[in-house]
């Protein structure tokens, strides 16, 4: 049986609320912003508390939130309300470190590029440099500053405008898409930790392509149930729109293949067929493997 710890803002302190949250969401993206002042001076910090919520007019939104022990401000929020414009970089594995360094809280007026040893590219739309380094970059302008109180560790959600998109041409494909593995993201966990979005850690989710699939209900009651499917298989066979019964030549080819065609050998073959996806054979495997329980 299930237990559950259940924690209440109100009653937690908020850097231990903050841990527990970023904790649980997760991973998230990281903007590596890059913003100057009104004297040019630029800065570059990274922020985790970032994600894209439009693409017309395209929009980001991060937020440098207020220092949850001083409930001062930061030097990217003050760079934005006096020049309203940044750069958000996208971090890859091979610059992690060099991100986690620029995450230092300088004295203000220090270049974060230089002291984390990155290089500035200048940008076409906005004042703020560019990181040469990264593979894809967003010019921005700022729409609006958002302010979620006024305490230690409130928000300011920093609403942007992308006014051009920057991408390192190693990274796109030929047909003009973006190479994901090429691409190498981080992501941002709880506490110390990080995510790399490449690799083995992909894996895709082809989405549904009708309105009309048959869902958990529609599933035959002895499939929805089994112990020997797990729900993202189920998921998979309920993404379907309808089920595919096997003919007398497929059973026949199913009972010819020598100690294979036994319930326990077909729900192998079924789930090794949901895995890459042929719904079809998967279906007129299950079917059979089931009409052979009811025997």
Known sequence: MNSWKTIYPQETHVSAFHAYMLAAVGPRPIA????????????????????????????????????????????TL??????????????????????????????????????????????????PPRVKESPASFECKVLEIKKTGDLGGAGNLVICEVLALHFNEQVVLEDGKIDIHALDLVGRMGYDFYCRASGEALFELPKPKTKDVMGFDGLPKEIRESEFLSGQELARLANCASITEPDDDFIAALRGNAGQADFKNLIVRAKELIHIHDMENAWKTLIFAFSLQKK
Request: glycine residues 6%; aromatic residues 10%.
């Open 78 to 127: 003050e760079n934005v309300e006096e020049v309203p414009e940044c750069v958000i970089n996208m971090v890859t594995f091979s610059m992690a470190e060099q991100m986690n360094l620029a995450s230092t809280e300088f004295d203000k007026g220090q270049n974060e590029f230089v002291k984390a040893g990155f290089t500035e590219q200048p940008s076409l739309m906005v004042k």
């Open 32 to 75: 590596f912003v890059s913003t100057i002042d009104k004297q040019g001076i630029p800065n570059l910090a990274p922020f985790s508390f970032f994600n894209a919520f439009g693409s017309r007019p395209p929009v980001l939104v991060f937020s440098p939130a207020r220092r949850g022990r001083e409930n001062t401000t930061k030097h």
